[in-house]
């Protein structure tokens, strides 16, 4: 009994499950406050979130001593602090901003005109408009535009803290129109993007790890009073390690409608924030204010596998092996097999091309093989549709 005891104990520190969530245990974390006193280069505290005032930050950081301390103040607020800060006057010259803002909306209409464009994970369709990798498609607009934006000392000081040297930098554009609604309460990239059944397959340590391999931020292009619902953000949340799992439940987002908190921003802020916060766009109740914020989604340098690997035509190779072998291969066997082969995981992909239709994240190609195995394509059939996965994924 004692051996069965320990397992289950271990069984339930690993395996995090939804049913296990608990309310009290996450507002014991989530109601802390934030003490200004523990953060000596902010420059306030509001609603528990931290305010810094971009060109004290850059006066602190002129001597390699003063840069390591605003790194490691700023590397606490995303972990064990309120998990968001806000810079303020990050882009003093605001113009930069505006010519990015121009070449946003040229690239808005053009999706208007073509009905092209993607939705959004968090938001009702029509909601707002959307550009996906608004990354690549600044820089080969207006590469010198692109410079002067992404050169910017806070961006790359946030983005530092949290994710040390050799970070990769992606942004999606949003812009939400009067009218348009809030998102639903959620947590951001990796496991923030995947359901409960999947999210409970990961061990408790990658619930702990998929917060340190990303960083999310907002450059606002417009100013955002409080009407134009920016982000609702709950401080503390990104604490609570089941927290990708209590977010698909009513009472966690009932305590989430009750209790975020809202800052208003002006043109050349910028936020950053763990993605593991609870966190959503605001309703915009203006009646001519459209919102716009370039939302920036650092990642870690160790994102990636050590080897390139052509996957594509390894599928293409092992699928008429996998149908002749149906029957002597046992379905785990053969869901192995595929899983040693394929890429299983939905991203980095091209949203434009390849939208999450019916869920939060695009089809795999692991999940392409299962397929054309369960429906018995032919090897032409599936191949061609391997070819045309892997075009929707290019830029």
Known sequence: ??????????????????DACDLDEFRALAEKTTALADYPAASAVEKNVLIYDSRKVMTAVATPEGRRAVLAEICDAFGEGPGVVVFKRAYADTG??????????AIIEEQHRTSTGGGDHFAKPGANDRIWNSLEKHCLADPANFAEYYGNAIVALASEAWLGPSYQM??????????????????????????????????????????????????????????????????????????????????????????HVQLPLEKGDVVFFNPALFHAAGTNRSADIKRVANLLQVSSAFGRAMETVHRERMSARLFPALKTLQ?????????????????????????????????????????????????????????????????????
């Not at 009994?1 to 939804?18: F, Y």
């Not at 639903?184 to 990658?206: C, M, N, T, W």
């Open 96 to 105: 930069i901003v505006d010519r990015a803002s121009s070449i946003f909306d």
């Open 170 to 259: 992606t942004a999606q554009v949003n812009r939400v129109n009067p009218g348009g609604s809030a998102q639903s309460a959620h947590r951001d990239y990796h496991l923030g993007f995947q359901s409960s059944k999947v999210i409970e397959q990961f061990p408790a340590h990658v619930h702990r790890l998929s917060p340190v391999l990303t960083l999310q931020g907002a450059v606002a292009h417009c100013d955002m009073p409080l009407e134009s619902g920016p982000t609702l953000f709950l401080p503390h949340s990104q604490t609570y390690v089941p927290g990708y799992l209590a977010l698909k439940r009513q009472e966690f987002r009932d305590y989430f409608e009750t209790n």
């Open 1 to 18: 009994m004692k051996t069965d005891n320990q397992q289950k104990l271990r069984a339930d520190r690993v395996w995090l499950s939804e």
């Open 327 to 395: 029957g002597r291969l046992s379905p785990d066997e053969i869901a192995n097999a595929v899983a040693a082969c394929a890429e299983g995981y939905s991203f980095p992909t091209n949203l434009d091309r390849d939208p999450p239709l019916g869920g939060l994240a695009p089809k795999t190609q692991a999940q392409l093989i299962h397929e054309a195995l369960r429906e018995g394509w032919s090897d032409e059939a599936f191949t061609t549709a391997l070819a045309e996965q892997a075009g929707k994924k290019l830029s």
